[in-house]
């Protein structure tokens, strides 16, 4: 009997729902623009790549991709048999492989070099506004930029800024090409990678630093603590679920990472990775299923480290 | 008298000596030395970008690299900008497409993020979990997983429609938006609960409608936090490499990033050239960051680039 109510007379408790509908509705107007980009540009296309991927789309049929022929997994055998992608011997890791190792290795040192700068920057001393802007400069200035500055530095001939210095301490006797030879090549993008992203686990733990109470070290103190105990029994324990979180989140972004591997080597030497291997099958092949494919791979290894890291995080806290 | 006063001066500086042998204990020594490595190590690389685009062509081709460049030499400037230069770039060109991709990115994620930021911070509606969620997801998803569907999709769209996703500028912005709306909006966000809501309900009570309250109210309010959001997106959309690669294949339409690519791996290299294009492409970010350090870091700790 809804309508049997005179417009004076409508109970205070519809008035409230109707506000709330009015202001639910408001909220939809405002966020639908952001909403419709995601998902036109992240959402949709992600699921499109699923489609893809069991599909041959090549550079012919492009123009027409929604009547691709379905090729089941034709395109997942294809990638796991490309000599690019699997593991041949310890000399051919092959890009899986490559990519995991490359991840982990360069997340543990970006992580613990942020952890000193953290410490570094925690303790006062003249400059320290300074150098903290400093230290924030590889992660904010261009990675086309820095990354060529880096192979300019690591140039193999003895002009080679690096070669120089090397050869004149006497570390290395000949000029090495740094980028172009396996094994050092890996080695030198995972130090580049820790030398790029450090300051935002620095970031992250500088934060959380500085939330520890004091009182905790003052009262290490008086029991006669050794900084390294304060540092073991006190600092770690505090930092333990931000350097958990910096870990996981850089540890998916250096998995997906594509431009500084491309810029750096190309993929060559031993350091191809899965993103830079999903862009040679789609846009050097032009083999979008089979690069739509590679990707999926890319997001299923991703998928195993989340479900590895939300199992183990949750078994430690009971 | 005269003994005296020597005696004192030495006492004075025997003092000097000691006060700096007590100050520097060990752990100050080694703070020191690590604080040394790390300042060298990150701005030895910017030196040596900046130095080397004054660097004449024999210093950069010599037998030994030249630590500091013999004079203010200007001729990969000169490579870049004057076309009576031999190897001359139009590299005007491409700072104008990257400026014409990124400003407007940047005032677009502003407006259509201030209004998402809005609805999450002040209002409550079904579903609100399920949109953050949603833009949650922009962070996992690898940009090279989303290029190929993109790619097609967007190819299919233009042949429709009758444009080229080909050189296409502002469908390059299109797809800088969503990099960077999901960072923008939980950036202004995390502002607008910051305002406290009385101010706001006070002047919904007075009558005013909600968007005349965003409008004078609440924007005015947030100024520091647009600009920085701005400022912010602006430098996701400047330095983006992988999609301008894939969308723009003509010189004249590439953004900075793409044209430093060309020029390093164009068969006659000349580093000079390169570092100089990336000085320029450099100087500008690191100025605005260094001017909005403090806004621009609790961005980089929520969340921040996705990089």
């Known amino acids: 009997m809804a309508g049997g109510f005179a417009d004076g007379a409508r109970p205070v408790l519809t008035r409230w729902s109707s506000l709330r509908a009015r202001e639910s509705r408001l909220a939809w107007l405002l966020t639908s623009p952001t909403g419709l980009v995601v998902f036109g540009l992240v959402i949709f296309p992600a699921i499109f790549s699923i489609w893809i991927s069991f599909h041959d789309v090549t550079l012919r049929n492009l123009n027409d991709v929604f009547h691709a022929p379905f090729v089941g997994l034709e395109n997942y055998r294809n990638v796991v048999n490309d000599f690019a992608f699997k593991f041949q011997n310890l000399r051919q890791w092959g890009a899986a492989v490559t990519s995991v190792v490359y991840s982990f290795a360069a997340t543990t040192l970006t992580v613990l070099i942020g952890l000193i700068a953290a410490l570094l920057l925690n303790r006062p001393f003249r400059g320290r506004g300074l150098t903290r802007a400093i230290f924030l400069f590889p992660y904010v200035a261009p990675i086309v930029s820095v990354a060529f500055v880096w192979r300019w530095i690591l140039d193999p001939r003895p002009s080679g800024v690096l070669n120089d210095i090397l050869m004149r301490l006497g570390l290395i006797g000949a000029p090495k090409a740094y980028l172009a030879t396996r094994g050092l090549a890996l080695l030198l993008v995972i130090i580049f990678e820790a030398w790029r992203y450090f300051p935002f686990a620095m970031l992250m733990i500088l934060a959380r630093l500085q939330a520890v109470n004091n009182a905790l070290y003052e009262a290490a103190s008086v029991d006669g603590a050794s900084a390294w105990q304060k540092f073991r029994n006190i600092t770690l324990p505090e930092l333990r679920y931000v350097l958990g979180a910096v870990f996981l989140l850089r540890l998916i972004w250096t998995f997906n990472k594509f431009d500084d591997i491309f810029l750096l080597t190309g993929g060559g030497f031993g350091t191809n990775v899965l993103p830079v291997l999903t862009y040679q099958f789609s846009f050097r092949a032009f083999n979008f299923g089979k690069g739509a494919a590679n990707a999926m791979i890319l997001l299923g290894i991703l998928a195993i480290f989340l479900i590895v890291y939300a199992r183990t995080v949750m078994r430690e806290r009971g | ?71 203010l030499r200007l001729d990969a400037y000169k490579a870049l900008f004057d076309p009576n230069f031999t190897g001359f770039q139009d590299f005007g060109v491409n700072i104008l497409n990257s400026i014409k991709v990124a400003v407007p990115t940047a005032i677009i994620a502003v407006i259509i993020s201030t209004l998402g930021a809005y609805a999450v911070a002040r209002l409550r509606f079904k579903g609100k979990a399920f949109l953050l969620n949603g833009i949650l997801l922009v962070y996992l998803f690898p940009a090279v997983l989303l290029i190929i569907p993109l790619f097609a999709m967007l190819t299919q769209i233009g042949r429709s429609l009758g444009f080229s996703v080909q050189d296409n500028l502002p469908i390059l912005m299109v797809t800088y938006l969503a990099q960077t709306l999901p960072v923008a909006l939980y950036m202004l966000a995390n502002y607008f609960r910051t305002i406290p809501a009385e101010i706001e309900q006070a002047s919904l009570i007075d009558g005013c409608s909600r968007f005349s309250v965003i409008w004078r109210i609440t924007l005015p309010l947030s100024i520091p936090a647009l600009v920085s959001v701005a400022i912010y997106t602006f430098m996701i959309a400047w330095n983006e490499f992988l999609y301008a690669l894939v969308f723009l294949n003509s010189s004249s339409m590439f953004t900075m990033p793409i044209k430093i690519n060309a020029i390093f791996n164009s068969p006659d290299p000349r580093p000079q050239v390169v570092m100089a294009a990336s000085t320029i492409m450099t100087i500008p970010v690191v100025i605005l960051f260094l001017a909005l350090q403090r806004f621009l870091e609790e961005g980089l700790t929520a969340g921040g680039v996705k990089g």
């Open chain 2, 1 to 71: 008298m005269k003994e005296g006063r020597f005696r004192s001066a030495t006492e004075g500086r025997l003092s000097l000596i000691d006060r700096l042998a007590r100050s520097l204990t060990w752990p100050r020594f080694i703070f020191a030395l690590t604080l040394i490595f790390f300042l060298t190590s990150i701005l030895f690389p910017f030196y040596w970008m900046v130095s080397s685009s004054f660097k004449s062509f024999a210093e950069i081709a010599g037998r030994r690299p030249a630590y500091v460049p013999s004079a």
